[in-house]
């Protein structure tokens, strides 16, 4: 892996390190702007006067859902926030509007646009900035006004040994302050589903999750830890808890119902080679992206189960709520469908399925 680490102790306010401006792809106008001229200096390989940071990046993976093979998206399809795709429609459409003309379906441009979505910097593409992890209340980076270079400064003193980070999207790892200031202006923070479709992993914690329930509502939650301590957002009301609890039940039983479908049996991996037992991959030997690929989206598919089963175990950690009927008899917006979660009219699920799934409902 890559990251930046105090090989000592180092004070709050030390310059870690700075950027000259003229070493930064930056953009004029739009990101259209970068993504053309990454993928222009590119195209001239050594003959750039970027090589060095372009060479590196031929080594970088790219790992977020739009850059999977469709049939890997179609893992993803009943998980938030859904529009694996928007990297690639919203550039195709901002692009053509700007005259710039950038073709998705070459190969180079599409590796640039998601070099762009996964590393660029507020300035464009700059180098450093890329090397960092994602992480809360460790660095901050700026620009001074007439200034030649960017830099990065520590936020608070780390110890040696420990990793200094960089926050990628505004999350509720910056503590609760920030959140509601921003929650005053009507703007959720980013969660796991923000990070895992722009970036390709899984935020660590404490994260925020969400899903859309029945009813349209937003449902927004916090794993605090990896034993799956569950906390709310400011202002989050008892009948607003209660909600979340039904949907989620709902929402878990239709995620789980899909998962055994796809996967009737684990995948497993053993020095970089993949089986996949599941009805759709069945007996796929692979290795490489595809194999790292599925095993991503397999593991936001847990995280996500991991997550919703957290929810409704602290929305109902006095055991006070229950269900009078399975969640999936009736409701408005959500039924399976051969495997498959389609949003169409209520449906009636049949008995036998009622009662195994009512035993499932923790």
């Not at 259209?32 to 080594?59: A, H, N, T």
């Not at 599925?294 to 929810?311: D, P, V, W």
């Not at 009736?330 to 049949?350: C, F, K, Y």
């Amino acid at each position: 892996g890559r990251g930046f680490f105090a090989k000592g102790h180092i004070p709050e306010g030390v310059d870690i390190a700075r950027v000259p401006l003229d070493l930064v792809i930056n953009q004029e106008v739009h990101p259209c702007d970068v993504v053309q001229k990454l993928r222009d200096e590119m195209r001239r390989g050594e003959c750039s006067k970027y090589w060095p940071y372009i060479k590196f990046m031929e080594q970088v993976a790219i790992d977020i859902p739009n850059s999977f093979d469709e049939d890997l998206i179609d893992i993803l399809s009943d998980l938030p926030p859904n529009n694996w795709v928007v990297h690639t429609n919203r550039m195709m459409g901002d692009c053509q509007d700007h005259g710039l003309g950038v073709e998705m379906r070459d190969a180079v441009t599409l590796r640039a646009l998601f070099l762009y979505v996964t590393r660029s910097g507020p300035e464009g593409m700059q180098p450093i900035f890329d090397i960092f992890n994602h992480g809360y209340l460790s660095t901050k980076h700026y620009t001074k006004p007439n200034s030649d270079h960017f830099k990065f400064v520590t936020d608070r003193a780390h110890v040696a040994g420990e990793e200094l980070f960089n926050q990628f999207r505004p999350g509720v790892g910056a503590g609760m302050e920030i959140v509601q200031t921003m929650m005053k202006y009507n703007v959720d923070p980013d969660g796991a589903p923000e990070i895992f479709r722009d970036y390709g992993f899984i935020e660590q914690f404490p994260t925020m999750w969400w899903f859309i329930g029945s009813d349209a509502e937003k449902y927004k939650f916090i794993v605090e830890d990896e034993s799956g301590s569950v906390s709310w957002l400011p202002e989050t009301s008892e009948d607003y808890i209660r909600a979340l609890w039904r949907e989620a039940n709902t929402i878990l039983l239709l995620v789980t119902k899909r998962t055994e479908y796809m996967f009737k049996g684990p995948i497993s991996c053993e020095k970089g080679q993949c089986t996949t037992m599941g009805s759709i991959y069945d007996g796929e030997n692979m290795t490489g992206t595809r194999a790292r690929h599925i095993g991503i989206a397999s593991s936001y598919r847990q995280a996500y189960q991991e997550a919703l089963q957290a929810a409704i175990n602290a929305a109902n950690s006095d055991g006070s709520l229950t269900l009078e009927e399975n969640p999936l008899r009736h409701n408005p917006l959500l039924v399976e469908n051969n495997g498959r979660i389609a949003h169409i009219g209520t449906e009636q699920i049949n008995d036998s399925e009622i009662k195994e799934d009512s035993d499932r409902v923790a």
